[in-house]
């Protein structure tokens, strides 16, 4: 399901024709050359398109409005090898919508020393054609990132890889469209917001569905297709009857197979990538969708609980943003639940009632099934695990009223310090950065919910950038944060933000 286009990134680089067609010739073979080996690298998700050099108003404004047009192009890396007057880009500039990375590189890492003359200085300048460059790009206050450095250095190949990933983000934002099958959990406040904003900051298509519509759909699904992923799930998973009748144990199993079939397919008819429900408005469902929605969520549907559309657009889109990362730790919806607050060893207890994507899980993965105090349905079946330990960043997107934030805690996630044998939900424990006491008061001031769209695999950098990209306001909470400053950063945010 998660299929992200094979997307390109176009190279283009920057010159003029003052120096003869010797340097520009060079400059072209230069390029290539880079774009080569950096497809070469091994360290970039996407490929590098090599384009013409650019060198006229016309040819940049042109060369712009086709990467506008070209629905597989996800961005575009700029670097002038030579001196390139900026004010020949304004008018592409202005006409750019695709993310802009500026790569200020250079073809040679040394100075030659021993053969270094005039021509060499005029044909390799990025040290101060790349300044005019970006004189203009700020003055145009054009959101774009910069990543300098020897481009065959694989710190700066990581970089740009690491650019490409949020540059997909931007672009894909706009194709992600959210199911709700359920409104918002009644008088609760956080997971609330203004659709219509979200739809114009971030291009999500928020649209509601009566939950029987769905319902249907989960009825429609034969009993062969369900027995057939119930053996898939038999295969895959531990089965922890706790004392449950096998048969009785297994047809609760089968709800969840049938609303897995039933929901995928009503999503798929519709177009939707990302979904929510609410425990307490199940329709005609006989079980809320518990280990339904985990499967789909590994399969890279967004989801939000209790109707929080915005936690299921932001898991959809940090899972497009890790699509295909070799070795990916995972990414999911958590919910803050309880503190350990022990001193030396204090963090979060992160769950949900149910739903909690099992990309995430270390080691065993198992089926339990057990009654839930909310909602008023049979007892649901849901995947239950422990996850992997590192880093890792929640995000929580919110809804001030005039605007959005993103808040992005970096956080350090680890093993429980015991088994929980009791607890029937897959867990994450972690404690914030730079420690839960001011973690959780920076979270708190910043207004962050208990819902939060969480991966191992994008860094706070890629989450900032994306949210600079959309317009939005972003604060970090990481190991450089001090309640002093980051009440600084919530002031300035008031001050640059609500008067957008
Ligand atoms: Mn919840």
Not at 43 to 57: A, G, S
Request: glycine share 8%; charged share 25%.
């Amino acid at each position: 399901m998660l299929a992200v286009k094979n997307y390109k990134f176009w190279f283009c680089v920057g010159s003029q024709d003052l120096y003869g067609d010797e340097c520009l010739a060079n400059v072209a073979a230069h390029a290539k050359e880079i774009v080569e080996k950096l497809n070469a690298s091994g360290k970039l998700p996407f490929e590098v398109e090599w384009r013409p050099t650019l060198i006229t108003n016309e040819l940049i404004r042109k060369t712009f409005n086709e990467a506008n047009n070209d629905e597989n192009c996800a961005g575009v890396i700029v670097w002038c090898h030579t001196f390139s007057p900026a004010k020949s880009w304004i008018l592409g500039l202005k006409e750019l919508r695709k993310p802009l990375l500026h790569l200020h590189t250079q073809y040679n890492e040394e100075i030659p020393y021993d053969s270094i003359d005039m021509d060499f200085m005029n044909e390799n300048q990025a040290a101060h054609g790349d300044r005019e460059w970006g004189h203009i790009v700020s003055r145009m206050g054009i959101e774009r990132k910069v990543v300098v450095g020897y481009w065959a250095d694989p710190v700066v190949q990581e970089k740009i890889g690491s650019w490409m990933r949020t540059a997909v983000g931007v672009v894909e934002s706009s194709h992600i469209r959210v199911m709700r099958v359920a409104d918002n959990m009644r008088n609760v406040a956080v997971t609330e917001g203004d659709k219509v904003e979200a739809q114009i900051k971030f291009g999500w298509e928020v649209d509601a569905y009566p939950v029987n519509e769905i319902a249907k759909s989960v009825e429609a699904v034969s009993q062969s297709d369900t027995n057939a992923l119930v053996d898939e799930y038999y295969e895959k998973y531990d089965i922890l009857l706790e004392g449950r009748d096998p048969e009785e144990f297994k047809k609760h199993v089968a709800v969840q197979a049938q609303i897995e079939l039933g929901f995928e397919r009503f999503l798929e008819e519709k177009n939707y990538q990302a979904i929510v429900t609410h425990f307490g408005d199940l329709g005609s469902l006989k079980q809320l969708p518990g280990l339904a929605i985990q499967r789909l969520m590994e399969k890279g549907y967004g989801f939000g609980a209790e109707g929080d559309w915005k936690v299921a657009a932001m898991v959809r889109l940090m899972k497009i943003m890790t699509t295909g990362i070799k070795n990916a730790k995972g990414t999911s919806m958590l919910e803050d639940y309880t503190y350990n607050l022990v001193k030396g060893k204090e963090g979060i207890l992160e769950a949900h009632m149910l739903e909690i994507c099992p990309t995430i899980a270390d080691g065993p993965i198992s089926i339990k099934c057990q009654p839930l105090s909310m909602g008023d349905r049979e007892d649901p079946a849901r995947l239950v695990f422990t996850s992997k330990e590192g880093q890792g960043i929640a995000t929580s997107l919110i809804d001030l009223g005039d605007r959005f934030r993103l808040i992005i805690n970096t956080v350090d996630c680890k093993k429980n310090e015991k088994p929980m044998p009791k607890l029937p939900t897959a867990t994450n424990f972690w404690t914030p950065q730079p420690d839960l006491y001011t973690g959780a008061e920076a979270w708190i001031l910043a207004g962050g919910a208990h819902h939060t769209a969480f991966s191992y695999d994008l860094t706070a950098e890629q989450m900032g950038d994306w949210a600079a990209a959309m317009g939005i306001e972003a604060v970090y909470i990481d190991n450089d944060t001090t309640i002093r400053n980051f009440k600084r950063d919530l002031m300035l945010g008031d001050v640059v933000y609500s008067r957008r």
